[in-house]
């Protein structure tokens, strides 16, 4: 079997991580949702587990939940979980296809997964700004910032893994910073610095972070004169496949038409299915 790629260094982003804070910038963030997701599924939770990169932020997340490193293969034991949570770890994943299948071997039938992780638009202005900088200081470019999945291509993922009633939505934020260095702050903090497998080991040049800052105090500068970032939190819905929950009914089957339900007269459409123009 072929393995996946390797999209990280992992010595160096292990040293990312063990340098972040106890509660980085956007994980309480990210608390924050999750719980409020929580509140809305009518059920308790006895037997949850939380796999991060970081203990810290979220140790006390879940009375009694189990926590688990993103390693590779994850220490969960099979249909043992009635709540999976993956927090702030699956956009380093070389495999997230099979992080997310073990999750789901690790719920019980009709148990819940919820995963947030950075992704889509995630610092998109840093990403241009350094790639245009290089690339007139150079003349090429070299792996800098972490590529992003996209909202749709992870809800594709849901359902690769297995899972039923797969659901992905997002939460767009915003972030004001004096300058580069002060992001770098923000990122270093969260454990997110550059880990990438491609990335140069030699030091950049200061004339690269010099014209990427000035590249982004003029196309995205804040009103009060910083400089606006962006971070997509993408958060992730399946349930464990269960007997008892609601299928999609087979094509044909309606005994109602929808006409009838909205209280409207229904038009046939045209032969050739369109609709003639008023005008």
């Given at each position: 079997m072929t393995q996946p790629p390797e999209i990280a260094d992992a010595a160096a982003l292990a040293r990312n991580r063990q340098r972040a804070e106890a509660m980085p910038f956007l994980h309480a963030q990210a608390r924050d949702e999750l719980q409020e997701r929580l509140s809305e599924v009518n059920r308790r939770f006895t037997t949850p587990a939380i796999i991060s990169a970081l203990a810290a932020p979220w140790v006390d997340f879940l009375p009694g939940a189990v926590l688990v490193a993103d390693d590779p293969v994850l220490a969960l034991e099979e249909g043992a979980h009635d709540l999976v949570i993956h927090a702030m770890a699956l956009h380093w994943a070389a495999d997230p296809v099979g992080q997310l299948v073990q999750a789901r071997r690790a719920l019980k039938p009709d148990g819940l997964f919820l995963g947030v992780l950075f992704g889509g638009q995630t610092l998109a202005e840093l990403r241009a700004a350094l790639a245009q900088a290089e690339s007139e200081l150079t003349g090429g470019l070299s792996p800098r910032v972490l590529p992003m999945a996209e909202i749709r291509d992870l809800g594709a993922l849901l359902q690769r893994a297995g899972f039923a009633l797969p659901v992905a939505d997002s939460v767009t934020l915003r972030a004001d910073y004096r300058d580069l260095r002060h992001l770098a702050t923000d990122l270093r903090?969260?454990?997110?610095?550059?880990?990438?497998?491609?990335?140069?080991r030699r030091p950049a040049p200061r004339a690269l972070f010099d014209r990427a800052e000035a590249l982004l105090?003029?196309?995205?500068?804040?009103?009060?004169?910083?400089?606006?970032?962006?971070?997509?939190?993408?958060?992730?819905?399946?349930?464990?496949?269960?007997?008892?929950q609601?299928?999609?009914?087979?094509?044909?089957?309606?005994?109602t038409r929808l006409a009838e339900v909205l209280g409207t007269r229904e038009t046939p459409l045209p032969r050739g299915g369109l609709i003639p123009r008023k005008d």
């Open positions: 903090a969260m454990g997110e610095g550059n880990a990438l497998a491609g990335r140069r105090r003029a196309h995205h500068a804040a009103p009060n004169g910083r400089i606006r970032i962006s971070y997509d939190l993408i958060f992730l819905t399946g349930w464990a496949p269960d007997a008892s609601p299928r999609p009914l087979r094509p044909g089957s309606a005994s």
